[in-house]
């Protein structure tokens, strides 16, 4: 079989509905992804603008003689993408299963009404989606863990309080420094957190494909409608966006 052959295989393998509400789906997350960076210059989303208050919190650091409250800050900080990437495993482990017994649930999805009839094949296919999605989630969970394990660090090697009070202007030009780069830090922990949630609110969408293409593409479509909403025109940037 010819490469050509083997292409043209491959492209029937699903019809054309599914194979451009797939397409659809990468798009849009990849499409959001880079949208909702590109935005944050221009409209400051809720990532940026917490990102500031990150920064400022790191400044208010280098001001504490004793910065027990910023560790237990960070250390709670933490649990969210522990609680996660823990959850996330089960979830995968679930899926795992069920691709295990595939042909018992593509009948119990049969019989749901509206719900796709497709071969037991086309249905393994689905779940490997699911399972692609969650397994994208569980690295980007731990990896945040790991970046706020490095924020702590840097809140633990902060410079005195007291030392930089006595340098004067090198000193207030060390406290900018260390606020920059631990506030980046923190920063890149919470961006990589939310790309995490963001795995997670684009699964709804994948499970619309067990339902039709159709429900596929608008859910899709939602998802990036809720995340934009709540990222960009959420009431809760307004509140964080007001002035002190």
Do not use: C
Not at 21 to 35: D, P, R, T
Request: proline content about 3%; overall charge positive; aromatic content about 16%.
């Amino acid at each position: 079989m010819d490469a050509s052959n083997k292409f043209w295989l491959v492209l029937n393998f699903l019809p054309w509905t599914d194979w451009a509400a797939l397409a659809g789906y990468f798009a849009a997350w990849a499409g959001y992804a880079h949208f909702a960076r590109q935005r944050a210059p221009i409209k400051p989303s809720l990532l940026a603008t917490t990102n500031r208050i990150r920064r400022q919190w790191m400044l208010q650091t280098s001001y504490r003689d004793v910065r027990i409250l910023d560790g237990q800050v960070m250390q709670n900080l933490s649990t969210s993408p522990s609680f996660f990437a823990s959850t996330t495993i089960l979830i995968i482990g679930g899926l795992l299963a069920a691709l295990g017994t595939s042909d018992k649930a593509s009948e119990l999805v049969r019989e749901i009404p509206f719900a796709a009839r497709t071969t037991a094949l086309v249905f393994d296919l689905k779940l490997l989606l699911m399972i692609a999605v969650f397994i994208y989630a569980f690295f980007r969970f731990t990896w945040s863990m790991r970046q706020y394990t490095f924020g702590a660090l840097l809140i633990g090697a902060a410079p005195d309080a007291k030392q930089l009070d006595a340098m004067g202007e090198q000193g207030a030009a060390l406290r900018e420094a260390f606020a920059d780069r631990a506030g980046r830090v923190v920063g890149l922990a919470a961006e990589t957190f939310n790309d995490g949630l963001r795995a997670y609110y684009f699964s709804f969408a994948a499970i619309g494909w067990f339902f039709s293409p159709a429900v596929f593409a608008l859910g899709s479509a939602g998802v990036v409608w809720i995340l934009y909403r709540r990222e960009f025109h959420s009431e809760v940037l307004a509140v964080l966006r007001e002035q002190p």
